[in-house]
């Protein structure tokens, strides 16, 4: 394991865990043989020594895994603000260089667009322009006579009123 506990890497917190574990084994090998040995002694002790040995090591593995496990969580949450904060430096390059408008951008060119379309509005109202609404009226009532006119010429008739003679050979 490093020696520097704030450096801790994925291998050695594995090999820290596989440490307590061959611990735990081998401090349960030792209570197995001096469970053994015990026998001689009256069961009662036995088993009272035998439990009081198994809460020990189990609070011991307990323990070191709380410890390995709090470590973990330090350096999971220390690598996140890490990745966080390098996230936002890179976004923040990317919006820069390909010139993102912000949103005060946004606000400040919409503004201006409103003042621009006044100010059309009021110089063509003063140079008697028609607005967008009274074009696309001219146009709609445009339309309409056209059809009116090719529907007289199909009968052969002139916009007056009169019938035109038929073209020789038509």
Do not use: C, W, Y
């Amino acid at each position: 394991m490093a020696d520097n506990p704030s450096r801790l890497s994925v291998p050695d917190v594995r090999a820290a865990v596989k440490r307590v574990q061959t611990e735990g084994e081998r401090l349960v090998g030792r209570v197995r043989r001096d469970t053994e040995a015990l026998v001689a002694r009256s069961r009662r002790q036995v088993v009272s020594e035998l439990l009081r040995t198994t809460r020990r090591v189990q609070a011991d593995v307990r323990d070191r895994a709380e410890r390995v496990l709090h470590e973990l969580e330090r350096r999971r949450a220390q690598i996140s603000a890490t990745l966080e904060n390098q996230a936002g430096g890179l976004v923040e390059t990317v919006s820069r260089r390909l010139n993102f408008a912000s949103g005060a951008g946004v606000k400040d060119l919409q503004k201006r667009l409103a003042g621009l379309e006044q100010r059309v509005g009021r110089l063509a109202s003063v140079r008697n322009v028609p607005t967008p609404e009274e074009v696309a009226d001219l146009r709609k009532r445009i339309a309409e006579l056209e059809l009116r006119l090719d529907a007289l010429v199909r009968r052969g008739e002139t916009p007056e009123g009169h019938r035109e003679k038929p073209l020789p050979g038509a």
